[in-house]
Structure formats: structure tokens, C-alpha cells
């Protein structure tokens, strides 16, 4: 009789986490199950935040918070150490991408409980009321399963308007090798002001001493520098219960920090455990007003530059290799040597000419927007959240139907559940959920192997 079966779509942080703790759950209890990850740009445990191999690019929280182990919290320390690094601070995103891969297959335990890593895109579901759910792939296979993990991480961002394609338009800054070919020393526009934005500008100024960074966003605020001296957590005093206004939010916010002397670090951390549960405590109207006018604030606050991610910003400003713009991009055009944008900066139309423009927007809104997810929603097999921002979910992670029936086999966690609870993109919120998720994969796991064979 084959083992029991559990696909996970999405081969990033996400998809990672539920297999080790399923995997890590399995051998415990001495259940067998097989892991499929199917990743469509064989990126397997890296996804596309951990895959950069540039060294620059660190992680935006400190090692000591970054274990992959609920409960652990000094795995990926100890792990860190034995390999001769420094854990004390910022690690390169690289290195954390090689410690997922490498807890990944240290969960295996072959031949009982294992994982088939699967290169190849999904494109749609085949998940029939009372029948075992199979993922269809792009290259015409079917991976069957007993249960299926939608782990599909940050969407791509959403496309720039006016904006062509273009060999030197990046649509996608993490797409393949896509910064690579930026190393001649053209200009560059960066539309967005994020760490994607970040992470751009480091790669671009490194692989050419002379290149000029142009940062374009509404708002043109950059993502705040972590402290070198942690600050202690900080509690934020909110009512216990009940509806939740953004006001209240933001005036209990701005007491806490005048209550901790000026300093809003430790507040932001105070803050974040809690942000699910308030978001919960926000109606409709009050999360679109809070997208709307608070989102950016809270995200630069809450998403920080590393030490020295920030000191090389302010180096390459005052260089003026690195040049802030306020405004939005209204379109752009082919022009010898690249591309001529048209922007609106500071209130005024100006035409800039660049040699590259790399769309660093962040991840898209709308979750139908992702092929696979729209023939879910299409399908009634899963529906949006009321703001589109993922799927609607149970509090297991179990994916509602179009008539808001929780499936039993088909789960989702990490971004896709941003609409529900907001703060779910970070390596300490999802590894809780795939805590979570795995006693419930492995009951289904458990069942089909009590089933006696055909």
C-alpha cells in the first residue's frame, strides 16, 4: 500500500516550515507519509526571498528570531554556530536559504517518511467533494495527495501602468536571475522605496562603481533602520474586546511611545505579537482605512533595514549614487539605451532617461491575480477574503469554499492568509502556523494509513 501523501504547493519559506514540522510530527508519532513540494522555479526551501546569492542581502530580523523550529527558538542559532558563523546579528539571506534546505532534509526520515521535490508549475486543482485532491502541473503531470498545502508566498508585483515590455523593464526583481544583467552602469529607476528597493540598490551600486539609483514612490519613505542594540518589547495598552477603530489604534500606539520615553522600536515589537487579533477587531471599513492611510507607516516601522543595509543606504545618498524621488509613475517608452520614464515628481511632469527600470512595488493586491488561485476561486473551491488581499480560511488554516465551507483537505498559511491575519509574512508567524497545521495533516496521514489496502 503507498504511504499517505501530502502535496505542498510552493517550494518558499512557507511550504518549507509545513513540511519540517509535519515531517519532524511524523517521525515522532512513527507515522509514514511522503511530502510532495512542488516549486515552479526548483528553488526548493529558498523561495524567492532566500535564493538571492548576493551577500549583501541580509535578513531584515536578527538571527535569534529566525528559527524554523516552533518552540526552538535557538535552532537556528545552534546551527549557525556549528558552522562557524556569527549568530549574533543579521545573517546573509543566502546562508538562511542553506539552513532551510538543510532542516528540510534533516525532518527526512527515509524511507518511511520522505520528500519528493518537484520543479514545475501548478495550474490548477482537481479537488471533487469526497475524492483525494491532485494538482495539476503545467507540463501536463498530476501529483495526487491525501491533502493538499497552498504555500504560495508574495505574489509578484502587480504590473506598472504605462510601462511596456521591455528587455530592460524588470518586471520582477526576483524572477530567475533577473537582477543580473543589471551591471553596465546605466541609470536605474526603482519604483518603489521598500527593501526591495533595498536590496536593488545594493546589487546594482555593488556590481558597478558608477551606477546612479533613482528610488521613485508616493511617498518616498524608506524602510527605518533596526537599532544595533535591540530595544526591550514594549506592551501597547488597548481595550480587551469588542470593534476596534483606527484612531483608537493609532492613539494607544502614539501613548505607548510617549509612555516609553520617544522610543517606538520596542513599541513596534510590543505591537506585533497582537496584530492578528486586532485586525480581527477592525471592521471592513476600518482595515481598507487602515490600508489606506496607515499601511506604509506601520510596514516601515514594522519591516526594518539591518545596520548595515541602512549605513550603505546613507552612503550611497550622500554619494549621490542613491537619489529619493516623491511622485508616481505615469508611463514609459523605448529610447536608445533603454527606457524613457514619465513621472509626476513633487507635483510636476518630468521625463527621466534610465537605462533600466525595476518594478520593487511589493507584492500584487489582488490574489486572483495569481492563475492558479483565480481557477480556485473560479472553481468555488476557495474564495477571496473580503478585501482580496488572499483566501478566506478557517482558524486551522482550512480553505473556505465558495459558500464558506471549510474543506478537510485543503489548507493554506503564510501571505494568503495576509487578509485574515495581516501579519503573516515573517518567518515567526508562519512557522506558528505550520505548528499548527501539522497535527491536522498528520491525522489525515494517519487515516489513510489505517485504511486497509485496495
Request: with cysteine; aromatic share 4%; glycine share 10%.
Amino acid at each position: 500500500m503507498s504511504r499517505p501523501s501530502i502535496a505542498i504547493v510552493g517550494g518558499g519559506a512557507s511550504g518549507t516550515l509545513a513540511a519540517i514540522h509535519l515531517l519532524r510530527l511524523a517521525r515522532a508519532s512513527g507515522t509514514p507519509v511522503a511530502v510532495t513540494i512542488v516549486d515552479r522555479y526548483g528553488r526548493h526551501a529558498a523561495g524567492q526571498a532566500y535564493a538571492t546569492t548576493d551577500p549583501c542581502h541580509l535578513l531584515n530580523t536578527r538571527a535569534a528570531q529566525m528559527s524554523a523550529i516552533d518552540g526552538e527558538p535557538g535552532h537556528l542559532v545552534d546551527w549557525a554556530r556549528a558552522q562557524g558563523l556569527d549568530p549574533g546579528g543579521f545573517l546573509p539571506r543566502a546562508v538562511y536559504g542553506r539552513y532551510l534546505r538543510e532542516t528540510l532534509a534533516a525532518a527526512e526520515d527515509p524511507p518511511d517518511r520522505t520528500v519528493h521535490r518537484v520543479t514545475a508549475t501548478a495550474v490548477a486543482l482537481d479537488a471533487e467533494p469526497g475524492t483525494a485532491p491532485a494538482v495539476r502541473l503545467a507540463d501536463g503531470r498530476r501529483v495526487a495527495a491525501d491533502a493538499v498545502v497552498l504555500a504560495l508566498g508574495n505574489r509578484g508585483p502587480a504590473p506598472l501602468p504605462g510601462v511596456p515590455a521591455h528587455p530592460r523593464h524588470v518586471a520582477d526583481p526576483w524572477a530567475g536571475d533577473a537582477l543580473a544583467a543589471i551591471d553596465d552602469g546605466a541609470p536605474v529607476l526603482v519604483v518603489g522605496t521598500g527593501l526591495t528597493m533595498v536590496d536593488v540598490a545594493l546589487t546594482v551600486t555593488r556590481a558597478h562603481p558608477g551606477a546612479v539609483v533613482y528610488a521613485l514612490s508616493r511617498h518616498a519613505l524608506l524602510p527605518r533602520p533596526h537599532r544595533a542594540v535591540p530595544a526591550a518589547p514594549f506592551p501597547v495598552r488597548l481595550p480587551d474586546d469588542g470593534p476596534l477603530r483606527v484612531a483608537g489604534l493609532l492613539a494607544a500606539v502614539r501613548r505607548a511611545v510617549r509612555e516609553n520615553g520617544g522610543e517606538w522600536h520596542g513599541v513596534v515589537d510590543g505591537l506585533r505579537p497582537q496584530v492578528p487579533a486586532l485586525w480581527r477587531r477592525l471592521d471592513l471599513d476600518q482595515r481598507r482605512l487602515f490600508l489606506r492611510r496607515v499601511a506604509r507607516y506601520w510596514e516601515i516601522h514594522r519591516h526594518r533595514m539591518p545596520p548595515a543595509a541602512a549605513a550603505a543606504i546613507a552612503d550611497l545618498r550622500e554619494q549621490g549614487r542613491l537619489r529619493l524621488l516623491r511622485g508616481r509613475l505615469l508611463a514609459a517608452e523605448p529610447v536608445a539605451g533603454g527606457l524613457r520614464a514619465r513621472a509626476e515628481i513633487d507635483g510636476a511632469v518630468t521625463e527621466l532617461d534610465v537605462g533600466w527600470i525595476v518594478n520593487a512595488t511589493g507584492p500584487g493586491c489582488d490574489v486572483a491575480a495569481d492563475p492558479f488561485v483565480a481557477g480556485l476561486i473560479d472553481a468555488g473551491t476557495a474564495r477571496p477574503d473580503p478585501l482580496r488581499l488572499g483566501l478566506d480560511v478557517a482558524p486551522d488554516g482550512a480553505v473556505l469554499d465558495a459558500a464558506g465551507r471549510p474543506s478537510d483537505r485543503l489548507f493554506a498559511l503564510g501571505p494568503l492568509l495576509r487578509g485574515v491575519h495581516y501579519e503573516t509574512t515573517a518567518v515567526p508567524e508562519i512557522r506558528a502556523q505550520a505548528a499548527a497545521l501539522a497535527p491536522r495533516l498528520l491525522a489525515i496521514a494517519r487515516s489513510r494509513a489505517a485504511q486497509p489496502a485496495a
